[in-house]
């Protein structure tokens, strides 16, 4: 029906409204360097350091990266990968696939699976490069795209 597709469509821009919103919620808290409140709170973060080393000198330095544990980054780690599934999701569903067959799913199957992966390689990456400091991060943000799911 209009409706329920109208309905679809609302639910499928919030998804990418709200996937805007969070990137921008992360962009100004590093530009500022964690200096703007997060949903008018002061934010929860970590000062996370890590080591680097040049290729072509061998020289290592320090440096730091903010670990944002508020806002849409405190209720899960890769919170906005939740708004682009809610959007894929609700486009495939404006296919109507209990009419038109599986395939309109693809694109949200592939989809979910590519984030959930991407999800778990960035964890590993991350505990690598920050290693304790991501360990407290995590325990600070425990759930990875679904906040008390997964």
Known sequence: S???AFALFLLSMAGVVLNYLADRERDIFRATAGKTPVWGKPPKY??????TTDRT???TTTKKSLLLASGFWGMA???QYFF???AAWSWCALANPVVNGVLPLFYACFLTYLLIDR?????KKCHAKYGV??????????????????
């Open 119 to 123: 999800a778990e390689r960035d964890s």
């Open 77 to 79: 780690r890769h919170f």
């Open 84 to 86: 682009e599934l809610t």
């Open 57 to 59: 000198t061998g020289i």
């Open 133 to 150: 400091y991501y360990e407290e991060y995590c325990k600070l943000v425990p759930y990875k795209i679904v906040p008390g799911l997964y």
């Open 46 to 51: 970590i000062t996370a350091e890590y080591e």
């Open 2 to 4: 209009f409706s329920a």
